[in-house]
């Protein structure tokens, strides 16, 4: 796929995702609840990743902030096999870390 067809697809297929600038691979963050959600996130993607033969570069950072990245490396983009991985993983729970409250203003 080359660029434009991988952004048209991901548009409709992973809305939530982004395109790298170079259309060559597709990636999600996710700002997670802990340090144990992000893994747990990770260790839900490896038996899809096992059963699709496809592996994705996978990162924490912070200790909470959890991403995912997909591209076919030998064919140095995307395929229709890192969309199927991409919505597979896109299906998964993930425990986000939730907004903090606003303080209340001291008159």
């Avoid at 409709?12 to 609840?33: I, M, Y």
């Avoid at 340090?35 to 950072?61: Q, R």
């Avoid at 993930?94 to 008159?107: G, M, N, T």
């Amino acid at each position: 796929m080359d660029a434009a067809e991988v952004r048209k697809s991901a548009a409709v297929r992973l809305p939530a995702w982004q395109v790298a600038e170079d259309g060559r691979s597709l990636s999600r963050t996710h700002q997670v609840a802990s340090f144990v959600e992000g893994m747990n996130w990770f260790n839900a993607i490896t038996p899809i990743a096992e059963a699709e033969g496809h592996h994705p570069d996978l990162s924490l950072v912070d200790w909470n902030i959890a991403s995912v990245r997909l591209s076919t490396h030998a064919l140095r983009g995307v395929t229709e096999n890192d969309f199927i991985v991409a919505e597979r993983i896109e299906a998964l729970p993930v425990v986000l870390k939730k907004p903090r409250k606003a303080k209340k203003a001291v008159e």
